[in-house]
């Protein structure tokens, strides 16, 4: 099984290039993800960076663009690839080594969106009481691993990294405004509004094609944007 | 409309004036389609009558707003020098603004009161 695989070190390549690497037949198991070919790789040359952690989609720490579109390693099974299979770290973001981004900047706008309850009325006594069906209103919302996989395959993140949220964070955004328990709606709304933060949204819709969760932040971007006509009238 | 229309306001215009351009189109299709044929002397009729003509200049002042959100945006993504974005803006608003003055004085040259 042959791989083409991005590889940039700062400290001592001048421009990034693409290495090949082969992977024997036999050592290729049925069912194999691509994060475990990545390690057989890695075998051969221990330089290769990336990283990985729980191996099971839960961590969102193997997100790579892989032939051309993102996803994470660890659930992306290398038979369903074209070969070669190329591999390159995610788009629009800064490359620290190899497959290895910094992510500083997606983390940024996440902290952004103050993901987290907000509550002005006094604690209760017990426990913050939800409805099934008000918890019910959170799912497709709340799974979201913090990949980054939806935005750097986002247009508007490329183009305005430094303003506009993206997709994981909107997502994050509505499932805090969809949350019967939160009570800042208002300050999220109007934190959001303007050009930049939500509204360079253009429903492209790579954000959906890619996640492996199979969330819809584009549909949660359009939720946030029906509760501030609400919100207006 | 605000040329510093943004965010939510810009959105909303645009969906409005989006929704209003598709409604227009459609009514127009179907006067032209089932109407007798259209000839100078019934766009004049047509274009007389004020309920029209005031119909057919939101119609055109919706273009306009449509054009000015739609093109902005595209501004913003890609023209990221300030100066340049802001120029080619206000070249651009004087075009619209010129065109919706020159639609305005046509159809009030037709407009029977």
């Not at chain 1, 579109?69 to 490359?95: D, F, H």
């Not at chain 1, 006094?122 to 996989?149: A, F, H, N, T, W």
């Not at chain 1, 819709?205 to 359009?222: D, E, F, G, R």
């Amino acid at each position: 099984m042959k791989f083409l695989i991005y590889r940039y070190d700062p400290e001592s390549d001048k421009k990034p290039f693409m290495q090949a690497f082969e992977l024997a037949d036999d050592e290729i198991q049925p069912g194999m993800m691509l994060r475990d070919a990545l390690l057989k790789i890695k075998s051969q040359d221990e330089t290769l960076a990336f990283r990985h952690s729980c191996g099971e989609g839960v961590c969102g720490s193997d997100a790579i663009n892989i032939n051309g579109a993102n996803g994470l390693g660890c659930l992306t099974a290398v038979s369903s690839l074209k070969q070669p299979i190329e591999v390159r770290p995610v788009p629009g973001m800064p490359v620290i080594r190899d497959l290895v981004v910094d992510m500083s900047q997606f983390f940024k706008h996440y902290r952004g969106v103050k993901p987290w309850l907000i509550v002005h009325d006094s604690e209760p006594e017990v426990e913050y009481l939800q409805s099934p069906e008000d918890r019910d209103k959170l799912d497709g919302l709340y799974e979201c691993i913090l990949c980054g996989c939806c935005s750097t395959s986002c247009p508007s993140f490329w183009w305005n990294p430094d303003k506009f949220r993206g997709p994981a964070a909107l997502l994050q955004s509505y499932r805090f405004l969809a949350d019967s328990r939160d009570q800042a709606t208002e300050e999220r709304l109007e934190d959001l509004d303007g050009p930049y933060r939500m509204f360079r949204c253009h429903t492209i819709m790579n954000c959906v094609n890619v996640c492996p969760k199979s969330l819809n932040p584009t549909a949660a971007i359009n939720n946030i944007k029906k509760l501030m006509v609400k919100d207006m009238v | 409309m605000s040329i510093h229309a943004q965010g939510m306001r810009a959105w909303l215009l645009q969906r409005l004036s989006g929704a209003y351009i598709g409604l227009y189109l459609v009514v127009a299709l179907l006067v032209i389609g089932f109407g007798p044929t259209l000839d100078y002397t019934r766009w004049h009729a047509l274009l007389s009558q004020p309920a029209i003509s005031i119909a057919t200049m939101v119609f055109f002042y919706s273009i306009l707003i449509h054009a000015w959100v739609g093109i902005r945006d595209v501004l913003v993504d890609y023209v990221q020098l300030s100066a340049l974005r802001f120029s080619i803006l206000m070249g651009l608003a004087l075009g619209l603004i010129s065109m919706g003055i020159w639609v305005s004085m046509i159809l009030f040259s037709v407009v029977s009161l």
